[in-house]
């Protein structure tokens, strides 16, 4: 019996890079041929050296062969090596196949040898089989891969041409597009500057009318304001004239009042001085008499003084009746002597005061 682990393959692809098996040959257990086919599922990363399947290579990584080298290597991120999963046992004789006699096991090895030279040769034509199978299968592939090409030509060259249609219709509406714009925005820039040319006509003409209309009314202000001036002139010139006839009539009022007051000042002045002149007689009259008093007065005491040294004389004779008569006649000479010294000294003040009266009035008569 020949036992033979095939996976099948998946994809034409895989199946056109490799579509044949290898086999290999484990060694032979009794008349059974232990065989291992390894399929193109798996490959070793020449990076990471870790066995891997199909899907972490990529495309271009996997058609390099035993030089592919894994995602993760190519990324920068290489997967932890791993020990692989089923690792093929050593075979080991079981104890009832343990070596007999010389010639059993040459005779049984002849056998043996036989057995697997046609196994081998059966092996050989099954595997030619499918290799002419698996070629015809190749074949089909390319045709149909070829076919698939063509398709995919077709479909690109078709995809290509709507894109090329496609572009060169929206290159032709971008460019009408733009012409409309264009065309649009020229209506609207002409449109624009006959509304703002008319606008600044009506604005032209606004601005006369309001200059002309602003220009009548001020002078018609004007011609008011010069009548309200002329007006407020001879207005102003009347009170002027009244103001200047109120101004003399008052002056003239003051003046007669202050003439009046002079005259009264002056008969004031002259009634004054005239009492003066009195009061100054009259001062030397009251002198003159004064002085008739002080002669008198002082020939009095010279008397009284002699009558009293010649008292006083007779005193020393007798104390004790002197004393008494000298005491009683000194009281009246005394009153007396301050009667006249009083007199004297009121007249003197009337006299002063007449004097600084007179000299007073006397300076506001020079003032006026």
Known sequence: ??????????????????????????????RKLLLRTTMSTSRTCSSCTNDLTRADFSKNQWQKGSNAKCKGCISGNPPPKKEPENPVPETSPSPELREPAEDVVKKEEEEQAAAAAAAAAAEKERIEAEAAAAKKAAEEAEAAKKAEEEKAAAELAAKLKAEEEAKKKAEEEKIAAELAAKKKAEEEKIAAEAAAKKKAEEEKIAAELEAKKKAEEEAKKKAEEEKIAAEAAAKKAEEEKIAAELEAKKKAEEDAKKKAEEEKIAAELAAKKKKAEEEKIAAEAVAKKKAEEEAKKKAEEEKIAAEAASKKKTEEEVPAATEQTQETPKEPVEKKEAVGAKTATEHNDIAQKSDEEFTKEAECCIIL
């Not at 019996?1 to 086999?23: A, E, M, T, Y």
Request: charged share 20%; hydrophobic share 35%; with cysteine.
């Open 1 to 30: 019996q020949i036992r033979c682990n095939f996976v099948r393959l998946v994809g034409k692809k895989d199946r056109l890079s490799h579509p044949l098996p290898f086999i290999h040959l484990l060694g032979h257990n009794n």
